[in-house]
């Protein structure tokens, strides 16, 4: 019914779903690879120079350094020799304690044994003699932390007080080639945090393509049989995206990126020496490995099963997608874990003190919308090319948009409720991490980030003939994958801005999108177009064997 | 003894037995240009508005309204008790915080809207009804069994009593009845 005749399995054409030999699409994985390599290629090639220039920079302070010292003769050396004992006795003072508090850790074991063995007055008494003893020494090292980055700041402070007790000249050659260093340390963490934004982006999208087919398997959907196989190509995208990754799991590059790794700023800080057992680097590279197995595992589950079953006879078909639909229970399972832990890791700890439980939802939030986002516009340039025309059809466009406007709400009130719980709560540690993002520069793409991903999609998707026009619901699409990159951006870079704000002494953050940002986005957006485009090509378009194609087929909305 | 009192006349009512039958009796009802009608079928029935030339419904322009009405109302309660009428500094954050007016904001917001929904669906629907013309007509209990109705009331400008017989009995109706107001 409904006036026109709509497709059944068996009457799709082949030319719809089938990729003619000539078609551009066959084009995407030469064309990924090319960008690829021009945008990391390009990349890496500034960054090696950078690289160098930070090496001899450090070479021209350290001469500089040496002339000031010389100058500076005998009572300069004498104020600084004082200042690194001063922080060596620190150290020292540190470890005795640690090593202390495990000696009485030891102890109060013996005592509560013994107290269980019998129950004594005495024994009671002993208990609470050693436990006092612990509570004091943790305490103490409390205290020794604190008093060890105050013996840090001192040997910088002796450092610049010496520098300039020198000639005015020397002073300033020294202060100069100290900004030098500055200037070249910042140029290279900034190539690491825009190929972490990249990669967080693409990796969003691969995610976001892999929960949508374990969605669609779990909730057994009729409707989205016909645009899954696309999402499948989305997902599978994961192994190669998550290659890489493996740079993060160097000693170079985490220094880099994460402040935990640098091991006397964590003795130097509580907080984060309590973090330690979790946040260090040896966990992190287990459990990094173990997430992009996961990815990588399951897209190519649910990816293989499907692409098998185009081929398979009906009787191995029905098992495929029996097996698919039970695994997609523990796949979600799998997903939600790795995708909030992989999150936490990878961009929660740029800032290692700041923590929030909902970050993971955050993360996924934003990859759910943007993931139909995707599809309304992949499907569209499918149809722009002359494939998929009738097989996907306005309904279809309908529920994305449905979804891209649903999924808008939900990361809505997912990122305003994390705001405003650390808002009301008004913890300096939990309130600095926004408080830096509305600072300076950075307070217009906050702005931004408010209106480009709630207002403006809120308002424009909120009608039902924008959903079911492809035209309009693309415009919607664009903006929505623009955003996703514009909130990854605003999740990792203001990090570094703030960190070189405050050693350069200018305390203004400055937001500047520089060449970097655009390689890195060409390069990694190559290698996951290079690896959509390969698995585009290898298969048929649609799931054409599934067993309730029709139903999709022939889905209409009220 | 018998009274001979004048009918007053509801309408007529065509009977049919699937929905594809009122499917397209609808599309000729709707062709023949008439206006004050409606189709009554046990189940919806797919496209069953497009084959009657239903336009969209002014519903969700009055969820919107009212979606918006409860926002400025939030907005502003809020605003006024604790700007004007009541300052008071809570936690030393500014008076106007607005971040504090959300959640009040937001579930007037969807309150408003929820009762634009169901009160704008009542009364568009014109429910409650405690008496409609149709339930005089005995066959008319069985569409919520198996059976398909269109009723072309009297009020259509284009009703005419010989040639709306005739074309809804042209429409493959099992029977066409008169009913009484």
């Not at chain 1, 202390?100 to 024994?123: D, F, L, M």
């Not at chain 1, 959903?467 to 623009?482: D, E, Q, T, W, Y």
Request: with cysteine; proline share 4%; glycine share 8%.
């Amino acid at each position: 019914m409904g006036g026109h005749h709509k497709l059944t399995a068996s009457t799709v054409p082949a030319d719809q779903v089938e990729l003619a030999k000539g078609s551009m699409w066959r084009k995407l994985p030469g064309i990924g690879l090319v960008l690829a390599l021009a945008g990391l290629g390009g990349a890496f090639g500034i960054h090696s120079g950078n690289t160098k220039a930070l090496h001899d920079a450090e070479a021209q302070f350290e001469a500089v350094r040496g002339e000031v010292l010389t100058a500076a003769g005998a009572e300069g050396a004498k104020q600084i020799e004082a200042a690194e004992k001063h922080f060596e006795e620190a150290q020292a003072h540190l470890e005795e304690l640690k090593k202390n508090q495990a000696e009485i850790a030891g102890r109060r074991e013996g005592a509560v044994a013994a107290v269980k063995g019998s129950p004594t007055p005495e024994n009671k008494r002993h208990f609470t003699e050693v436990q006092q003893e612990f509570s004091d020494t943790t305490l103490a090292i409390v205290k020794a932390r604190k008093a060890l980055s105050h013996a840090v700041e001192g040997k910088e402070h002796a450092e610049e007080a010496v520098a300039q007790s020198v000639a005015p000249e020397l002073a300033e050659k020294y202060e100069e080639a100290h900004k030098a260093e500055l200037l070249a340390h910042n140029d290279v963490q900034q190539f690491w945090y825009s190929y972490l934004t990249a990669f967080m982006f693409f990796l969003s999208l691969g995610l976001g393509g892999l929960f949508f087919v374990i969605v669609q398997h779990l909730v057994r959907a009729g409707w989205s049989i016909v645009v899954r196989r696309i999402a499948e190509n989305v997902a599978i995208t994961l192994p190669a995206v998550c290659i890489l990754g493996i740079p993060f799991l160097t000693h170079d590059v985490a220094h880099y990126l994460f402040h935990w790794t640098h091991s006397v700023a964590v003795e130097a800080d509580q907080m984060l020496a309590w973090k330690q057992a979790y946040l260090n680097p040896e966990f992190f590279n287990i459990r990094m490995i173990a997430f992009m197995l996961i990815w990588s595992g399951l897209a190519y589950f649910f990816y293989s099963n499907s692409v098998a079953s185009d081929t398979a006879p009906q009787a191995e078909v029905e098992k495929r997608f029996h097996r698919m639909r039970y695994m997609s229970a523990p796949a979600l399972f799998l997903f939600a874990l790795s995708a909030t832990f992989g999150v936490f890791d990878l961009l929660m700890s740029l800032d290692p003190h700041w923590f929030s439980t909902m970050f993971g939802v955050y993360f996924f939030a934003g990859s759910a919308v943007t993931i139909h986002a995707l599809l309304a516009l992949l499907v569209l340039a499918f149809h722009q090319s002359g494939y998929l025309r009738e097989v996907i059809n306005i309904e279809h466009y309908h529920d994305l948009g449905k979804l891209m406007f649903g999924f808008t709400v939900f990361w809505t009130y997912i990122g305003f409720s994390q705001y405003f719980l650390i808002w009301y709560a008004n913890i300096p540690e939990e309130t600095m991490w926004f408080a830096y993002r509305i600072k300076d520069d950075f307070l217009a793409l906050s702005v931004l980030l408010c209106l480009g991903r709630f207002a403006v999609p809120f308002f424009y998707l909120l009608r039902r003939p924008v959903k079911r026009n492809p035209m309009l619901l693309a415009v919607g699409a664009v903006i929505i994958v623009f955003m996703q990159f514009v909130d990854h951006y605003w999740l990792v870079q203001p990090v570094l801005a703030h960190h070189f704000a405050a050693e350069s002494g200018s305390h203004h953050m400055e937001l500047v999108v520089g060449a970097f940002d655009y390689l890195t986005l060409l390069g990694i957006g190559g290698v996951f177009i290079a690896a959509f485009g390969y698995a585009t090509g290898r298969s048929c378009l649609i799931p054409r064997k599934d067993p309730r194609l029709t139903e999709s087929l022939q889905f209409e909305n009220f | 003894m018998s009274k001979v009192k004048r009918k007053k006349v509801y309408g007529l009512a065509a009977e049919y037995d699937t929905a594809k039958g009122v499917y397209h009796a609808c599309e000729k009802v709707r062709d023949a240009g008439y206006t004050v009608w409606d189709a009554h079928t046990p189940f919806p029935v797919h496209g069953l508005d497009k084959a009657m030339g239903l336009k969209p419904s002014v519903l969700p322009w009055i969820i919107f309204a009212m979606g918006m009405t409860g926002m400025t109302i939030g907005i502003s309660l809020q605003y006024w008790t604790s700007v004007v009428d009541y300052p008071t500094i809570i936690a030393g954050k500014p008076l106007f915080s607005w971040q504090a007016f959300v959640p009040v904001t937001f579930e007037l917001t969807i309150l408003l809207s929820a009762f634009g929904a169901v009160f704008g669906m009542l009364g568009l629907n014109k429910l409650p009804q405690l008496y409609h013309p149709l339930f005089n007509l005995p066959a008319f209990s069985r569409v919520t069994d198996d059976r398909f109705f269109i009723a072309i009331e009297v009020d259509d400008p284009n009703y005419d009593e010989t040639r709306t017989r005739k074309l809804l009995e042209s429409t493959g109706a099992i029977n066409v009845y008169e009913v009484e107001d």
